[in-house]
C-alpha cells in the first residue's frame, strides 16, 4: 500500500552551522533550543497550568513512545504521560498480585467501569483466564481512566488506542468518556515507512545475558566481530556492567514485519480512517525525507546513521562503515530515515501551533 505523502518539514535552519549530537541528553538540549526554542518556551507556559490529550496514531513500532518522550524531554517530564495501553494492561495484570494494588483497582472499577463484565470478569479478562471474549473497549477506557488518575494535571499521550475498528468511534469522544479535563485534543499522525520497520526488526540484537538491545545496522556497539563459519558479522555486548558476550537476534526477527503484517495492514486503514475525520485538529509527523533534495530540509546529522561492515582478513579485523541508512518506501521512493529529535523539532513546532500559542 502507497504512503500518505506527508510534507517533509524543514528542520533546516539558516545560520545555525553547528553540529549537535542527538544521541546525548545535553546535545538535544542544546539543538532543541537553537532549532525550536520559542515553542518549547510557549510550551513550557501553557503547561504550568493547562494540559492536552494527544492520540498518537500510527503503525506498531513507528516510534509512538520514543517521540512523546523527547517530547517531554524538552518540555519538562513533570508536565506530561506517555500512557501505552499495552504497558497499561500489563502493570495491571502485574499490580492484580499485590492485594493492596489489587483492592485499589476493583474499588477503582465499581466507581469508574461502565460495561457488561462484572468485576469477578474483569480480573479474569486482565489475568487471561478468560478466553471467552477480547478485552472490551469499554473496558480499556476505564483502565486509561485509572492510570490518569493517579497523573493528575499533566498532558496526556495516548498511545494503542485506537487499535481496532470498533474503537475508532469510541476515541473520537474519549476525552469525554474518562472525564478529563475540558482542554485540548489532537490527533498525531506518524508516518514511516514499512521498509524502516522492517530493517529495526530483522537487525535487532539482544545480549544474551544483561539484555541490553542494539542493532546491527543501527546502533552497533564498540566492537564487531566475524563469524568465519557462518559468514556474518555480530555485535558484542558493550555494557560495562556485563561481559562481553556475543549479541543474538531474538526469534523470529529475520523474518521483519511478515509476522505483524497483518497488525500493520489495521494500523493502516484506522490511520487513513482518521485522517478523514473533520472537527480535531491534527498533526503530521514524518519520520523519512527523500534522498534528492534532502539537503535543503534537514542538516546531515539529523539523518539516521546506517552501519555497514567489511572483513579485513590482513589483520582479522571489522571494518565499520558508516553512512546514512537509505531505504525505498512504499511509493517507490528513496529516502532517508531521520534522528527521533529531528522528527521531534517538528512535534514540538505544530503543538505550539495547534494550541494557538
Not at 2 to 8: R, Y
Not at 261 to 274: H, M, S, W, Y
Request: charged residues 30%.
Amino acid at each position: 500500500m502507497k504512503n500518505i505523502d506527508f510534507p517533509a518539514y524543514k528542520t533546516k535552519r539558516e545560520g545555525l552551522a553547528q553540529k549537535f549530537n542527538l544521541n546525548d541528553p545535553a546535545g538535544r538540549r542544546a539543538y532543541f533550543d537553537a532549532k525550536v526554542g520559542g515553542a518549547i518556551g510557549k510550551l513550557r507556559n501553557y503547561l504550568k497550568d493547562k494540559t492536552f490529550v494527544a492520540f498518537l496514531i500510527g503503525k506498531k513500532n513507528s516510534g509512538k513512545g520514543t517521540y512523546s518522550k523527547l517530547f517531554m524531554e524538552a518540555v519538562g517530564a513533570e508536565h506530561a504521560s506517555h500512557l501505552s495501553v499495552g504497558d497499561i494492561v500489563r502493570d495491571v495484570h502485574a499490580n492484580l498480585e499485590s492485594p493492596e494494588k489489587r483492592e485499589e483497582l476493583l474499588a477503582f472499577m465499581k466507581s469508574n467501569y461502565r460495561g457488561f463484565h462484572s468485576v469477578e470478569e474483569i480480573t479474569d479478562l486482565i489475568e487471561g483466564r478468560s478466553q471467552a471474549t477480547l478485552m472490551s473497549s469499554e473496558l480499556i477506557i476505564a483502565l486509561i481512566k485509572y492510570e490518569i488518575s493517579k497523573r493528575p494535571k499533566r498532558a496526556i499521550f495516548i498511545d494503542g488506542f485506537p487499535r481496532a475498528f470498533d474503537q475508532v468511534n469510541y476515541s473520537l469522544f474519549l476525552k469525554e468518556l474518562i472525564g478529563y479535563r475540558d482542554d485540548p485534543d489532537f490527533f498525531v499522525f506518524i508516518d514511516v515507512p514499512e521498509a524502516v520497520i522492517d530493517e529495526r526488526i530483522k537487525y535487532r540484537r539482544v545480549c544474551p545475558k544483561c539484555k541490553t538491545p542494539r542493532n546491527l545496522r543501527l546502533l552497533a556497539t564498540k566492537e564487531v566481530s566475524y563469524d568465519k563459519e557462518k559468514e556474518e558479522f555480530y555485535l558484542i555486548c558493550d555494557n560495562p556492567a556485563c561481559e562481553p558476550l556475543r549479541m543474538v537476534a531474538k526469534e523470529g526477527d529475520e523474518l521483519g514485519i511478515e509476522p505483524i503484517r497483518e497488525r500493520l495492514e489495521v494500523d493502516d486503514k484506522i490511520f487513513r480512517q482518521l485522517l478523514a475525520l473533520e472537527g480535531i485538529p491534527k498533526i503530521y509527523l514524518r519520520n523519512s525525507v527523500p534522498v534528492s533534495g534532502a539537503e535543503n530540509f534537514v542538516d546531515d546529522y539529523e539523518i539516521t546513521p546506517g552501519y555497514y561492515y567489511e572483513y579485513v582478513s590482513d589483520n582479522d579485523k571489522v571494518k565499520v562503515i558508516e553512512k546514512p541508512w537509505t531505504v525505498t518506501d512504499e511509493n517507490g521512493v528513496q529516502v532517508y530515515s531521520l534522528l527521533p529529535a529531528a522528527v521531534v523539532v517538528s512535534f514540538l513546532d505544530q503543538t505550539a501551533k495547534v494550541l494557538n500559542l
